[in-house]
């Protein structure tokens, strides 16, 4: 993973430009809409926040905001944005989620799914579930694999991840774990932390919630 946040770190800069696609654009309204209604007066903690735009999407709604990231390229950014005043930003690993004492009441993740190792996903999962209140809300936003829009898959590992080859603007090349899961492999790890699973398929993108044991 150190090499994902070096990548993240040097990516800082022209991340959203990804949101600018003009196929994604219906898309990404609908997500926006759906995200600010899901996570509205609640306690959010927010995973791998980057550079904040989903944090921006819903955080004049949510009761308050906690946003985690491991770079402060991207957290720098975040706190520039519109919605960050009511947000506490904290630079953390999502492999390893500050204690927070269990005071969110909602967990939202945007783009980070895809870049967990398969033979990790469970176990990351059971720290999710362990980091919010009891019966809290958890949802994962992120990519379906579109061909002509998404970057190729270059290479599967023996645990069956995908990588992509990704240029930067300064000319670097960075080989980046990124996984396109059906939708009955994500009912299927959601049900086994929590209930109420319950994904949304849109031409680009999957939206997967559930609720964490009460």
């Given at each position: 993973?150190?090499?994902?946040?070096t990548y993240y770190a040097r990516r800082a800069a022209e991340y959203e430009r990804i949101?600018?696609?003009?196929?994604?654009q219906a898309?990404?309204?609908?997500?926006?809409?759906?995200v600010r209604k899901m996570l509205t007066g609640r306690t959010v903690l927010e995973l791998a926040c980057g550079t904040g735009y989903w944090t921006d999407v819903f955080g004049a709604q949510a009761a308050q905001?906690?946003?985690?990231?491991?770079?402060?390229?991207?957290?720098?950014?975040?706190?520039?944005?519109?919605?960050?005043?009511k947000v506490q930003f904290v630079r953390g690993s999502a492999y390893d989620i500050p204690d927070f004492g269990r005071t969110h009441d909602a967990l939202f993740a945007g783009f980070w799914w895809s870049h967990v190792p398969l033979e990790k996903m469970d176990v990351f999962l059971?720290?999710?579930?362990?980091?919010?209140?009891?019966?809290?809300?958890?949802?994962f936003l992120d990519n379906r694999y579109v061909e002509g829009s998404s970057t190729p898959v270059s290479r599967r590992d023996a645990q069956g991840n995908d990588y992509q080859t990704r240029k930067l603007d300064d000319g670097s090349s960075h080989e980046v774990?990124?996984?396109?899961?059906?939708?009955?492999?994500?009912?299927?790890?959601?049900?086994?932390?929590g209930w109420g699973a319950h994904v949304e398929l849109l031409p680009h993108y999957w939206l997967l919630s559930w609720w964490a044991p009460k």
């Open positions: 993973m150190d090499n994902l946040a949101y600018a696609k003009p196929e994604r898309d990404l309204r609908a997500l926006e809409a759906r905001v906690t946003a985690l990231d491991l770079n402060e390229e991207v957290l720098q950014i975040a706190r520039s944005k519109k919605n960050a005043g059971q720290a999710v579930t362990r980091s919010v209140a009891p019966g809290a809300l958890i949802a774990l990124k996984n396109f899961p059906e939708e009955g492999e994500l009912i299927q790890r959601a049900t086994r932390h």
